[in-house]
């Protein structure tokens, strides 16, 4: 790619090519370097392994989370501890129907049982999470994605600075052209809390739910006080990922979400001449 | 450019040719070690080998959690199971005296015995949890006769390598492999929380498999089949879980 690049003529910049995208241009090239806006030699906005691994984690979240929901349905009681069963008291009751007559629910009717498959394809789709996770981690160490990317500046970190990040979205201000082309402090701490504390929570307290590999690693289990609370705390864990995804696609729709889609699978924000 | 293409064209193929002999070698190998589970071939199979080959390295000699005699639930919940057969009404009513367990299939001495035989057999007692699908348990103290020593005493082929297990209750019918089936955990259960173990619990005789989910703890057996294979048995798919759209290993 690099050979290519110094072998293409420059190309001379129209006129009214934004300064920040000849600057873009400048600090990703490392040299004087005139290129037009949608020109497409520009490394990406999301590089290729980031955008096919969002996709691949997007499938499988939402067939973890249909499938999960209706795993819940079957018993839609929680406890804490060892064990709980419909005989014994609830720490919370979700508030729907079952699908499973046995479970003391309130209502008069019961839902149609969707477990089997959901099961199968609860475990599948968490296969294939796991697999599009390590991927992804692997390739966020050993080419400094998370460094340069999500790991935020010392500075950004200052009360003041987290503040005026958190005033601007407080007021709706839409971000600035300049923003689509990085994260700022708000979004690189959430990120960096859903990749290295909530999707690994929530794989661990879905293991810990399995009788076969707390055999072989009680200590999964143990820690978290028992069987029916690492139950409770998957639900809880599976609520946090839901509350990210409701307020990641809330916050891709106010900052323009055909183009931020756009950038997450072409690579490439359109530019302001294109849209024009 | 079209250099730089054909190197990558190259190295693509290649890359390609070894993902796919790989991923040939690793079935083959998988198969060999008995890493694919019978419903291997459903609509999610993929996902179901994967879980069972990994969970099979994992946990081939691993022990059930058990756990201390002040654990045991004090409310223990029985999940509701078909009306009883006429067949087991007339047992129950004579106290199961005229319960057996036949035990068949690949054994050097295919035998049928009794409950009194089974009962006076060497037992284990373990306080173990029960755990449905559904999301619900319980930890109760079951006592029974480990199925390795029955398994000794029929003379179990060498090259057997499932063990199919039925319910009275005749579209209830399960299998598990040897490492379940000789594992000291598995236990042919009479007994429960210092009694006889409860008809509602799958009294007179339930097998635990207590590394696996409660449905594969079939209640009520009476007949037990050593094999080689599965294929032979329902729709091939290794028991009736499968059949009616779940998994049949549920070690999770």
């Known amino acids: 790619m690099r050979i290519l690049r110094r072998r293409r003529p420059r190309i001379q910049c129209p006129t009214g090519t934004p300064w920040y995208i000849l600057q873009m241009a400048d600090s990703l090239v490392g040299q004087t370097f005139v290129a037009t806006a949608a020109d497409t030699t520009l490394p990406p906005r999301h590089s290729a392994v980031v955008r096919v691994t969002h996709w ?7 067939a973890l989370l249909l499938t999960g929901v209706e795993i819940l349905i079957s018993h839609p009681r929680f406890y804490w501890g060892e064990t709980g069963n419909a005989g014994t008291r609830p720490l919370f009751t979700v508030p729907i129907p079952a699908s499973r007559g046995t479970v003391p629910t309130g209502y008069g009717y019961v839902l149609p049982d969707q477990n089997g498959w959901s099961r199968y394809l ?7 999470a796991v697999f599009t996770g390590l991927l992804y981690l692997s390739y966020g160490f050993f080419k400094g994605h998370f460094r340069r990317n999500l790991v935020p500046a010392r500075s950004d970190l200052s009360a003041r ?9 407080l007021r709706f201000k839409p971000p600035s052209e300049q923003e689509a082309w990085s994260y700022n402090v708000l979004q690189r701490l959430t990120y960096l809390l859903v990749v290295f504390v909530l999707f690994p929570f929530v794989i661990w307290t879905g293991l810990a ?16 006080g028992g069987q029916q609370s690492a139950r409770t705390l998957h639900l809880f864990a599976s609520g946090f990922l839901v509350l990210f995804l409701l307020v990641h696609v809330l916050m891709v729709w106010f900052a323009g979400f055909r183009n931020r889609v756009r950038a997450m699978i072409t690579g490439r924000p359109a530019t302001p001449m294109e849209r024009a | 450019m079209s250099q730089i293409s054909r190197r990558k064209l190259i190295t693509t193929g290649l890359a390609a040719t070894a993902g796919v002999s ?8 998988a198969g060999r070690f008995g890493l694919i589970p019978p419903d291997a071939g459903v609509l999610y199979g993929a996902g179901e080998t994967l879980t ?6 994992l946990t081939r000699h691993s022990l059930a959690r058990e756990f201390a005699p002040s654990q045991v639930s004090k409310v223990p919940f029985a999940n509701a199971v078909a009306p009883p057969s006429p067949e087991f009404q007339r047992l129950q009513q004579g106290a199961f005296a005229d319960w057996r367990l036949a035990v068949d299939g690949m054994a050097a001495r295919p035998a049928s015995f009794s409950l009194a035989e089974i009962k006076g057999f060497p037992t284990r007692t373990e306080i173990t949890m029960i755990q449905c699908e559904e999301g619900w348990s319980y930890i109760a103290e079951w006592k029974g006769v480990p199925l390795s020593h029955i398994l000794d005493l029929v003379g179990a082929a060498p090259q057997v390598r499932y063990v199919v297990y039925r319910s009275i209750q005749t579209d209830w019918w399960e299998s598990i492999d040897m490492a379940d089936a000789l594992h000291p955990q598995t236990l042919v259960t009479h007994g429960m929380n210092g009694d006889e173990l409860p008809v509602p619990f799958g009294g007179p005789l339930r097998l635990r498999v207590p590394r696996q ?12 089949t050593l094999t080689d294979s599965l294929k032979g048995f329902g729709k091939g798919l290794g028991s ?13």
């Open chain 1, 56 to 62: 691949l984690i997007t499938l499988s979240f939402l």
């Open chain 1, 161 to 169: 600075g987290l503040l005026s990040v958190i005033a601007g979205h």
């Open chain 2, 213 to 224: 989910l409660g449905y594969k703890s079939v209640k009520y057996i009476t007949r037990l």
């Open chain 1, 209 to 224: 739910m399995s009788p076969a590999v707390v055999s072989a690693i009680p200590a999964l289990v143990n820690v978290l």
């Open chain 2, 240 to 252: 009736a879980a499968p059949e009616g759209g779940y998994a049949w290993y549920a070690g999770i």
């Open chain 2, 52 to 57: 069972y080959a990994a969970q099979r390295l």
């Open chain 2, 22 to 29: 790989g991923l040939a070698v690793a079935a083959k190998l």
């Open chain 1, 122 to 128: 609860h475990f599948q789709s968490a296969w294939l």
